[in-house]
């Protein structure tokens, strides 16, 4: 079944996440230490991303391009009024907490290269072992971030469903008519733009700043029309 990896990694977000919220009484001193050690690791995770690149001009050109699409659609409001929506149905104890704790989640969730090259696997080979490690990954981080931003990190199960999804499904049909050296291009350069977005993630969860992270997500399409340009000429 090509959605197998996708379905298996929104339930492991859902069950950890429930895990999480029987377990909020972690001591608040432990939680920050857990917190900056996964936020360190994420940074790590995005370097590493970022220096696959084979031609940094593109992952540039698509943040900075990115970056203007985003803000003026303002994708981080959208998801923080997403958030809040979500609060004002849930009832949640303590003011923004269910809004960050959704936002923060699915950035970690889907911007990773994880996401898109597991559900490729699923869709173009019926391989779902990328997204069940990935199921891991993040039933473990959802555990230690539903305990410490809340209930808002189980709602990021329905956007990493929708958009993995999406992808594997798309991908049954994709080897039809994309050429594997641009395929093979646009998920190299792709990795390296999202692993700069995953380093912003990480130093956001360490507070040393604040990027909008979301509205940077945008890149991703840019990227996809970048390689296809330059593939044609």
């Not at 929506?85 to 923060?104: D, L, P, R, Y």
């Not at 994309?178 to 360490?206: D, R, S």
């Not at 507070?207 to 044609?232: D, E, K």
């Amino acid at each position: 079944m090509v959605l197998t990896g996708t379905i298996v990694n929104g339930l492991a977000i859902i069950g950890a996440s429930l895990i999480g919220l029987l377990v909020r009484n972690i001591p608040e001193q432990m939680k920050t230490t857990i917190m900056q050690a996964l936020a360190l690791a994420v940074v790590v995770l995005g370097i590493g991303m970022t220096l696959k690149s084979e031609q940094f001009l593109i992952v540039i050109g698509s943040l900075v391009l990115g970056g203007i699409i985003g803000e003026k659609v303002d994708l981080e409001g959208g998801l923080n009024r997403l958030g809040a929506w979500i609060e004002t149905k849930v009832g949640a104890q303590e003011n923004g907490s269910v809004a960050k704790g959704f936002v923060t989640a699915t950035l970690i969730y889907v911007v990773g290269a994880m996401a898109i090259l597991g559900a490729l696997d699923s869709g173009l080979r019926g391989d779902h072992s990328v997204l069940f490690t990935k199921s891991m990954l993040d039933g473990f981080s959802a555990i230690i971030f539903t305990s410490t931003l809340g209930v808002g990190v189980i709602f990021s199960a329905i956007p990493v469903v929708l958009y993995q999804g999406g992808i594997a499904l798309l991908a049954t049909q994709i080897n039809q008519f994309v050429p594997e050296l641009l395929m093979n291009t646009f998920i190299t350069e792709m990795t390296a733009t999202g692993g700069v977005m995953i380093i912003a993630i990480g130093l956001n969860i360490l507070g040393v700043i604040h990027i909008r992270v979301a509205n940077l997500l945008p890149s991703i399409i840019v990227v996809a029309g970048l390689v296809t340009a330059l593939y044609f000429i």
